[in-house]
């Protein structure tokens, strides 16, 4: 059984800066390519980025290029979400994902993932 934690979330100003972290225990985790999503109170479930189990392959929903960086240190069996230049439209609930493939064709789907963690609060103030 995999399990996933996140942490890192909080409450920051407009223009300020996170780092996300969700720490996988459970399976290699060198094999399971991973993910981060969000979720804003009354909305669906939103792709952020992905990344391969290597790190080789990165993928971003194209709002988030440039703002966001994933990437994962496979030695810590740890991923990461840097957020820059943040803004109120950004608050969400940040859920990592984890895959049984190390890439997955539909990485921006939550159907593509077999694993998730509870979610870490972001909340953005103006």
């Known amino acids: 059984q995999v399990q996933l934690v996140e942490s890192g979330g909080g409450l920051v100003q407009a223009g300020g800066s996170l780092r996300l972290s969700c720490t996988a225990s459970?399976?290699?985790?060198?094999?399971?390519?991973m993910a981060w999503f969000r979720q804003a109170s009354g909305k669906e479930r939103e792709f952020v980025a992905a990344i391969s189990g290597s790190g080789g392959a990165i993928y971003y929903k194209d709002s988030m290029k440039g703002r966001f960086t994933i990437s994962r240190d496979n030695a810590k069996n740890t991923m990461y979400l840097q957020m820059n230049s943040l803004n109120p439209e950004d608050t969400a609930v940040y859920y990592c994902a984890a895959a049984w493939a190390a890439w997955v064709v539909v990485p921006d789907q939550p159907n593509a993932y077999n694993y998730w963690g509870q979610g870490t609060q972001v909340t953005v103030s103006s």
């Open positions: 459970g399976r290699t985790f060198s094999t399971s390519a």
